[in-house]
């Protein structure tokens, strides 16, 4: 009896402690997090987040942010709802190849995104496009192509991930009513997975916002032209205006926090269980 009670005594005992290290981690890295971010905060003096706010500076680079983000973001999410049904429903040749190929924007460093596509427009096919009106280089259309460029792929994920949660045997059973391929597909999938697709929309204009890196090198940073916000901080640190560059943050962190926190809300009842 008392050799059982030693035993149930160490077991709880080293569950407690197994807790204990598994919190000790989460705390310490939700308190990191927490840290860096309110250093910005409490750094800015109230007087130069209002200057920036009213500044008409960031008001064009907020509007072009946005302008630029969401037709990025329409764009990715018509090529990946296709894109992703193709992945998610059929079996084809090449089908691992091709699915690492679109993989590969979110695993590459976005600088190589933006030099890639700078040398693409200096080659032969490039200046063909530009010759007929397709002008991409430092110009505006071509920060929606960068955003297109790294965004598109976490879109196709983000609708794969909503299509593969949905069981397959609500579109047999429509295909057996009736229902066409693709009628099964928009009177069933999309309406199933309409949550995930938003979600997975919303983190996806919330990549194409905060791109910068690519946008540098292929459309560069004037200001009043090719300013987003991004770029807009990138120039006041340049310049050394550290007050201004962190205000600026400052809007760019309540951007993100609540496209994250739509994420939440929409992700979070956009499951659907699978049938077993």
Not at 28 to 34: D, E, L, R, S
Not at 90 to 103: C, L, M, R, S
Request: glycine share 6%; hydrophobic share 55%.
């Amino acid at each position: 009896m008392n050799n059982d009670k030693v035993k149930k005594s160490k077991r709880l005992t080293g569950e407690r402690l197994f807790t204990v290290f598994i919190f000790g981690f989460l705390l310490t890295y939700a308190t990191f997090v927490m840290v860096i971010l309110l250093a910005d905060v409490f750094y800015v003096e109230l007087g130069e987040l209002v200057k920036a706010l009213l500044s008409s500076e960031t008001f064009f680079a907020i509007k072009l942010s946005f302008i630029t983000s969401i037709i990025s973001t329409f764009l990715a999410v018509l090529f990946a709802v296709p894109v992703a049904y193709a992945l998610s429903r059929y079996e084809f040749p090449g089908k691992a190849t091709i699915d690492t190929i679109i993989d590969l924007p979110m695993v590459l460093p976005p600088l190589i995104i933006g030099v890639s596509l700078l040398v693409f427009f200096s080659t032969s096919a490039g200046r063909f496009l530009e010759a007929r009106g397709f002008r991409l280089v430092y110009t505006v259309p071509g920060i929606v192509l960068a955003q297109f460029a790294i965004s598109s792929s976490f879109a196709v994920r983000a609708m794969k991930a909503a299509y593969d949660n949905i069981d397959v045997r609500y579109e047999l059973a429509a295909r057996s009513l009736g229902c066409t391929k693709f009628q099964a597909f928009y009177k069933v999938i999309i309406p199933l997975s309409r949550n995930g697709m938003i979600a997975g929309a919303v983190m996806t204009w919330a990549r194409a916002v905060g791109e910068f890196v690519p946008i540098l090198i292929f459309c560069g940073a004037m200001r009043f032209k090719t300013e987003i916000l991004p770029t807009a901080i990138f120039l006041h640190l340049e310049m050394g205006d550290i007050q201004g560059s962190v205000a600026l943050t400052i809007i760019m962190m309540v951007i993100s926090l609540v496209a994250l926190l739509i994420f939440k809300k929409i992700g979070g009842t956009g499951k659907i269980a699978r049938t077993k």
